[in-house]
C-alpha cells in the first residue's frame, strides 16, 4: 500500500469529518463482541501469550473494537510479543555474543528472533492502535463543532 492508510468511516463520524461522498454505503462493519472470548487453542501452553490475550481483548472491548473477524489476527499479536519476551530472557541468560561451533564470536540467534518478533508485533499493534504513535490518528468520540455555514453546504 503506498502512501496514508484510510481512515475508518466509524471514526470520521466520530470527529464528524465523514461526508457522504467518501463513504462506502456497504462498507463492512462486523459487530463488536460483546463478551470477551477464550484465548484460542493455538495459545494454550502459553502463559505469557495468554496474559497479553486477557489485557488485550479486555482493552479492546472497553473500547467497542473487539470484533470476531479480529480473532485470529490478534491471537498473532500475542504469539509475537510472548515471542520477542522469550527472546528477551533467553537473551539474558545466554548474552548477545555467543561462541560457534567453530569457537568465534558471533550474535546470539535470539536477538534475530526477538527483533523479528517485536517488528511483527508492532506491525499488529499500529493497526489497533496499541502504540503511542498509533494513538495519536485515533479519536475518541469528540465531535467537531459544526456552524450553520457548513451545515447549509453540506460539508
Known amino acids: ?55 488485550t481483548t479486555a ?12 480473532m485470529r489476527l490478534l491471537a498473532t499479536y500475542c504469539a509475537e510479543v510472548s515471542r520477542y519476551w522469550k527472546a528477551q530472557e533467553q537473551l539474558a541468560l545466554e548474552g548477545e555474543v555467543i561462541t560457534s561451533h567453530n569457537g ?4 546470539n540467534p535470539w536477538m534475530g528472533i526477538g527483533n523479528q518478533a517485536l517488528d511483527r508485533a508492532l506491525k499488529i499493534a499500529g493497526q489497533y ?12 468520540g469528540q465531535v467537531k463543532e ?5 451545515e447549509a453546504m453540506g460539508l
Open 59 to 70: 482493552a479492546l472491548e472497553a473500547l467497542k473494537m473487539l470484533t470476531v473477524v479480529d
Open 146 to 150: 459544526r456552524d450553520e455555514f457548513e
Open 129 to 140: 492502535g496499541f502504540t503511542p504513535s498509533a494513538r495519536t490518528r485515533i479519536g475518541m
Open 104 to 107: 568465534y564470536p558471533m550474535p
Open 1 to 55: 500500500m503506498i502512501g496514508r492508510p484510510n481512515t475508518p468511516t466509524e471514526l470520521k463520524r466520530l470527529q464528524g469529518t465523514a461526508r457522504s461522498d467518501r463513504v462506502l454505503p456497504d462498507q463492512m462493519a462486523p459487530e463488536p463482541l460483546q463478551t470477551l472470548p477464550s484465548p484460542p487453542e493455538q495459545l494454550e501452553g502459553n502463559a505469557l501469550a495468554k496474559q497479553v490475550w486477557y489485557e
